[in-house]
């Protein structure tokens, strides 16, 4: 039973929620409660660059899902703070929750008002940009497929900065849209940083050596959650770059996934990740055996993409700053960005 | 005990050498000696690139060396052919030697004579290039460190383009050399195009992103065959590119060395490849354990450098036939020059 402490503001009662392992639905996730939580928070050393980032405000819309619950805490993990508002869904009571992240061992209190309540989020929104400032409040959208584009119009509309972490909707009406009002947003379809530039560094191979691995035969595997019936995205790409550099004639239908506790467990993933990860190993090897190359990434839980997400917000503030004209940017501008800091 | 077959073009005996797994030295090493090999040649099927390869002769420098005759056979593989005379080690005796490519099951004779005798050496290069023509020739080095800057010389002084595989001599005046006299040579340190290919990605990788993986721990482990003393070179550069993709402050020193039978086997390096095998595993791993990136290049048997190096005198061929002026090429052009095609 979700509880709803409304907009009470007393901490005698502390409602703290840990992001569990992906849910496919933020909104429908039910996240575990736990009640008189002592909180230990540590004194906060910043250097200039986190004074900087602590300015920034963000406003995490999808909680109390697991995806923008763990987008909260990596925020307060990298120095940022969170609106004491944010959005929630039409179907979600109204409720305060306090994230916590246990690594910094920070934390702070959210109030979640349903999208339905438009009004009163707006009103939220120029309190929040006149208490902080216009420019230093940002929004994080992990939200729901069929909220992404009626979400996006409304912080158009708002003047809102957002990352868009949310996937599904009409995604060419949402680019469109961004970049046509010329407003900041970083949108795509994944926010693992790093994975993100090991994509994009095959993808370079691939442009400036094609062939260079002729004669290798490819292979690739995958193993992700049960309840993810398709193919891996991620997988797909590399194996793109893959067949650019080698001449074998390797499809999508050639990967081979895993979809299994035992064959999870045998391939490597940990027990506890059993309900959400993405683990995958892709080999060149040559015509006679004798050289191979692979490559692995690996993923358990949904850190990566928390993070990369609170790194998204930290570039967009960066944009929003020292540029007038906003548009939608992607993981590779975020990446490109973090090497000039 | 080397057999001696001089001058002599019978085809009663052949003098069939497989190469053997890494020697230390090339001119030391005694290779395996088969007589009255059966030889079936298959016929031959050329594409129109293929018969421009087949105009390349080929002199391959250092066999009956291990490192050389692996050359020799891939360039036999790759379409290319030998010159029917070729360079040995001052310490050999003069012998003909039958070079066989078990793959392409095609084989040529070459007539071995020992460098100290440069007159003859001289005379038979002017007689290659008048019956193959001038561009048609090239040699490749696979000899000793103390002959490298002696055999640059010779071949610069010959107008013979060249390909270096061996390594050391004094490096700074065999570019200096060759550069000053605008000769045509490939000269890199490791001749394995894709080792070569995948170390670039990272360096372009961690130029582009630099600290994009920061807060990620490195490790490192390789194997190599006991007689390896030093810690690999490729690591090395590898770890170079992961330092500047992560803030974690490895080390060389911080390389796990494998030089046992027991710990290579459980490493995943092949028995019969315990002699000779360059096996390496970095990974890249999240502070909190949960996403994991993972790059192997595993390496048995000199296959990798052999074919590298046939592919460097094909785009050396190409070179001699396209510019006036040479110089210095790399195997990044190598690489580069390989996606024109």
Redesign the interface.
Known sequence: MMKNFGNSRGYSILLVLFSSLFGTNAFLASPTITLNQKLSVSPLQMSSTESDDAGIHVMVNGMPGPMATAAAEACLRKGMKLTPVAMTGPDIEPMTIMVYDP?SQKSQEVRLIPSTQKEELSASIEGLKSSYGEKNVLAIDYTHPLAVNSNADFYVDQKLPFVMGTTGGDREKLMDGVNGAKHFAVIAPNM???IV??Q???E??SR??????AS?KIACRESHQKTKADTSGTAKAVIDSLTE?SDDEFTYDDIEMIRDDQGAIDFGVPEE?MNGHAFHRYT?T?A?G????????????R??YAEGTADAVKFLAGRVKEENDGKVYSMIDV??A??L?
């Open positions: 690594v693992a940083k790093q530039a090991m994009a560094a095959l370079d191979l400036k050596f094609p062939g260079s691995f290798y550099l990740a060149l040559s006679d004798t050289t191979q190359f692979a490559l692995e990434h690996n993923v358990s839980g850190t990566i990446l490109e973090g090497g800091e």
